[in-house]
């Protein structure tokens, strides 16, 4: 049997997706796990960090809806789409954001059917995350047109304070 090498590619390429999907998937159930098992003093420490994080995203998201609403309910080219999704993540989340995210607050189910249209699980007709609960990836994306409506100054600033937060959090403090 001969076999095309587009088809092969194609076939192994759909392989790996399947299998990135497969490994996001563990990886965000782990990240899940190592929440549910922190104890009261990681908690306590936990919640001081996360409090900080959700300020900063909170702010991003008071500067930016307002251009949101106008611009991206009719976007064909929008941040829900594959490009900007990191392979191998659920919603872009590391570790460090997810913890931060998901501290105090229930998130939604992931709807891991839309990872295989290249669809971020947190999509529906918008994204389904609170607004203080999305990963540090998704909100620093701003394609062009949002990036030309807002004053990105003082979101690249909101930006910057979150990412500081993220970079001075300890996973070892959690592990004590």
Same mark, same amino acid.
């Given at each position: #049997? ?5 088809? *092969? *590619?194609?076939?192994? *390429? ?12 563990? @990886?965000?159930? $782990? ?6 098992? $922190?104890?009261?003093? =990681? ?10 994080? %959700?300020?900063?995203? %909170?702010?991003?998201?008071? #500067? ?9 309910? =009719?976007?064909?080219?929008? !941040?829900?789409?594959?490009?900007i ?13 997810? $913890?931060? =995210?998901? !501290? ?7 709807r891991? %059917? ?13 994204? &389904? ?13 701003? !394609? ?8 990105m ?9 979150? @990412? =500081?937060? $993220?970079?001075?959090? *300890? &996973?070892?403090?959690?592990? %004590?």
């Amino acid at each position: #049997m001969t076999s095309f090498p587009e088809e *092969s *590619s194609r076939g192994r *390429s759909k392989d790996g997706e399947v299998a990135n999907f497969q490994a996001a998937r563990e @990886r965000f159930a $782990l990240y899940e796990k190592f929440y549910l098992s $922190l104890h009261n003093q =990681a908690r306590n420490y936990l919640r001081e960090e996360s409090g900080k994080y %959700k300020i900063f995203l %909170k702010e991003i998201q008071d #500067m930016i809806m307002p251009a949101v609403e106008r611009i991206c309910p =009719a976007c064909e080219q929008c !941040c829900r789409l594959a490009p900007i999704y990191l392979t191998g993540t659920v919603g872009c989340f590391n570790l460090v954001d997810y $913890l931060l =995210a998901r !501290c105090d607050t229930a998130l939604p189910r992931p709807r891991y %059917k839309n990872m295989e249209v290249d669809l971020c699980p947190f999509w529906d007709q918008g994204c &389904i995350l609170p607004v203080d609960s999305r990963s540090f990836a998704c909100l620093n994306f701003f !394609c062009d047109k949002l990036e030309k409506e807002l004053d990105m100054e003082p979101v690249l600033a909101a930006l910057d304070r979150a @990412r =500081a937060v $993220l970079e001075r959090f *300890s &996973i070892g403090r959690c592990m %004590k």
